[in-house]
């Protein structure tokens, strides 16, 4: 298999600050969050009234009016309305899935331009009747009569009004994400301790980032916010050991996750502005980054045979050995912190002889990921994760961190629900 032309080049990205959900954004929509995510990078590139390739996105609670969310963002925009656009899924990594869809797009010839984006809003969470009030409403919008509405209508019951609410249930399993994650928890051993610690320095990398200007020309101020809520710049071990355990407490008494070491539920919306190499040159934009590679993987959690989130741990393997590179070769680790304790697992999993040899047919453990290299710009532990926006976040990130410090070569990975990883290989230009 010949190598893909590598022309893609990612230029630069801008997201609203993340919000602590049904806080400063709980009146905002998604769509409202979307738009302002793309407007800000528009303006930032100076894009407007410009035709994209294409603008790729999504959002893991989209309502049912949301046929093509990303459309209806870049027709709000100051994008030309003949930009398309299409949304895609893929649970929280969806905005590294745009980025991945649009890279390999350019690198096919197909358009020249593209902005990935995602948004999330558990404040703007769609709340759905029940199936019995859901047939009966559907038959009323068929009824043609007053006599046929209020016949239909007098068969709703009480019990039909009650909502069903969004849940982070997995919907084969019934538990929630933090329920599965804390029986792997409890299956790799990873302690209160070492999950609390990786709290507070995405806490304290974060605020380093802001402080220093970092993410001046990465994010547009919101609705008055203008830095990430969620972070706690003072963040400390003595503040984590007063909370108490939210998840895994039917599993053991000893549980270990936190609201401190798990991700809060969060608004925001993010964008990554992506162009073939000449695009770029025309525009006059330097390239950040490119994006060289990416790996998805699934794993079988339904019977329990691994763990829910942790199809990294078997993607990375196999994105490594396709590159021919290893731990060594790599500057950052951009590793999505669902819960603390999900990347613990994943860098368990991988300095494990027997898991690398005997699930991720390797001949030996991966390695172990140097703790400075490790989300050097704080994640989504202290920033939040509005799901499909997490993506979005990382890779924008990085590609900056990568440019302005000199370093080659960053690993991206993150975890999504369905039993599903997506991890990519972001590289200096
Ligand atoms: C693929 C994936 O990404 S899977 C992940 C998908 N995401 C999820 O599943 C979301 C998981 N998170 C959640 O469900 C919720 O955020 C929970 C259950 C963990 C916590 O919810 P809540 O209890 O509402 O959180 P809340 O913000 O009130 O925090 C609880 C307490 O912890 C405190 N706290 C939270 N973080 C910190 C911190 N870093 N340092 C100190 N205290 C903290 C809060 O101040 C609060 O204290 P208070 O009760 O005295 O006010």
């Known amino acids: 298999m010949s190598a893909p032309t590598q022309r893609a080049v990612i230029l630069g990205g801008n997201r609203i600050p993340f919000a602590r959900s049904n806080k400063q954004y709980a009146k905002a929509t998604n769509l409202d969050m979307l738009t302002s995510a793309i407007d800000g990078l528009v303006a930032r590139f100076g894009l407007a009234g410009e035709n994209i390739g294409e603008v790729a996105g999504g959002a893991v609670l989209k309502h049912s009016k949301d046929f093509n969310l990303t459309r209806e963002a870049v027709l709000g925009s100051a994008l030309s309305p ?250 950052v680790f951009e590793i999505h912190e669902a819960f603390a304790s999900t990347v613990l697992s994943h860098m368990a999993a991988w300095e494990s002889e027997e898991f690398c040899k005997e699930k991720a047919g390797l001949d030996k453990a991966l390695g172990t990921i140097d703790r400075d290299k490790l989300n050097p710009l704080g994640s989504s532990l202290a920033a939040g994760h509005p799901f499909a926006a997490t993506g979005g976040r990382i890779v924008a990130s990085t590609a900056k961190h990568l440019k302005t410090t000199g370093k080659k070569r960053s690993l991206v990975s993150i975890c999504a629900a369905g039993g599903q990883g997506l991890t990519a290989i972001v590289e200096a230009v």
């Open 82 to 331: 003949t930009t398309p656009a299409f949304d895609l899924g893929q649970a929280c990594a969806t905005g590294l899935e745009a980025v991945v869809s649009l890279n390999n797009k350019i690198n096919a010839g197909q358009i020249e331009s593209g902005i990935a984006s995602g948004v999330d809003s558990a404040s703007d969470a769609p709340i759905v009747v029940n199936d019995s009030m859901r047939e009966i409403l559907l038959e009323l919008t068929r009824a043609k009569t007053m006599v046929q509405k209020a016949k239909i209508a007098s068969q709703i019951r009480p019990a039909y009004l009650a909502p069903q609410a969004p849940s982070t249930g997995e919907p084969r399993t019934g538990l929630s994400m933090g329920e599965h994650q804390a029986i792997t928890t409890a299956e790799w051993a990873i302690t209160r301790q070492a999950q609390d610690e990786l709290a507070v320095a995405s806490h304290r990398n974060l605020a380093a980032a802001w402080e220093s200007g970092f993410f001046d020309d990465l994010t547009t101020p919101y609705l008055g916010v203008s830095r990430d809520t969620n972070m706690r710049a003072d963040s400390s071990m003595e503040s984590l050991a007063k909370l108490n355990p939210v998840f895994g407490k039917k599993l053991s008494a000893e549980a270990t996750m936190t609201a401190g070491n798990s991700t809060p539920l969060t608004d925001g919306a993010s964008s990554v502005l992506l162009g073939s190499e000449d695009w770029a040159a025309e525009h006059g934009f330097t390239p950040l980054a490119r994006l060289v590679d990416a790996e998805a993987a699934a794993v079988d959690f339904v019977d329990g045979a691994e763990g829910l989130l942790m199809a990294p741990a078997y993607a990375v393997p196999r994105l490594l050995a396709r590159n021919g590179l290893t731990f060594d070769d790599f500057d």
